[in-house]
């Protein structure tokens, strides 16, 4: 009788938090989130610059953990092949696992200023909010994950031995193409990939965004894409990971358009299992790739904010969940890439993710 009326009572809770408006059903409601302008302004300026070398990158997380006083949390998920730390920086304590991945490919360095900047603004204020969210959700973020690409200004990692395919000989390997979660770890010839499957397997992340940079292409409407991003699309993700990941690049569609003003499509990518967006949504995250245009030194910036958005946006959905209230259809509403920039410089090797 008891446990009967507790269950009518719930059910009448449960339609009632349903029935409520948008913000205002769950309890203890979510202290007033601050604007991601706010979050940003209150970053220093010159904290790191738009295209750090691994000792910027070393130097200004340092900073960033001073300043948050143990609340960003510096590591190494492993040792690149040249022996550079392979820096990973924690935010929060929070049981929703997230992992953001920056600048797999040397040459694509845009999503690491962001990363360092979204730390700041995560890890060093203290306010009711920042607590909030670092109660929620825990966030990983390998920054720079191929350190002696950045060096070279290259896509592929430091391996004069490489061989086989996703190599480029005398040169090295192309990471993302080597997070296949078939091959057994210990097979992987390449050690960044190596870092951030062992991490994936060390803590199950609920999310992972991987940060790109693509060419410069037109929107089917006729102005200029500024971001491009994908889900995995590999037969041999599940429905329920996929279904999230879309859920997920919705809602970073949503903020990247509304919030930073970027104009954004969908990315062209493959079904290749090695690829990261693919191999982590095979292994049940919410996966995704984000891809920023290489526009002109004038906006580099404005890229930069769109990553950070990108950041904020995913941690604030998934701390509050309304991520996974999100209508994952919607993507099919995100524009294909249009075709390439007439006049811009011919496509890079970055065009391949
Ligand atoms: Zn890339």
Known sequence: MKSRLFAVAGAVLLAAAFAAPPGAAAAPAAPQAPSTARLAAGVPAGLIPDRPTPEDVGRALARVARAGD???????????????????????????????????????????????????????????????????????????????????????????????????????????RFHNPLTPIEDNPVPEARAILRRWHATHPQIVVDYHMQGRYMQPDGRETTASILWPTSALAGDAAVTRSRQLAVRNHDAMTYVAGANVSRYPGGDYEGIARNAYGILGSASMLVELSALPEEQVDFQIRTAFVSMIATAQGAADRTIWRTDPERADSIPERGPALPGASTLRRADAA
């Open 70 to 176: 143990g609340r960003v949390r510096l590591g190494v998920a492993g040792r690149s092949n040249e022996h550079r730390p392979l820096r990973l920086a924690t935010v929060g304590t929070g049981p929703a696992r997230l992992l953001y991945v920056t600048q797999q490919h040397g040459d694509e360095p845009l999503g690491t200023p962001a990363a360092v900047r979204a730390l700041w603004a995560l890890g060093v204020p203290d306010t009711a909010w920042h607590r909030w969210l670092r109660s929620r959700v825990t966030i990983d973020i390998v920054v720079q994950a191929n350190p002696d690409g950045a060096v070279r200004n290259q896509r592929y990692n430091h391996d004069p031995g490489a061989t086989g395919e996703y190599s480029e000989p005398g040169v090295g390997y192309d990471i993302n």
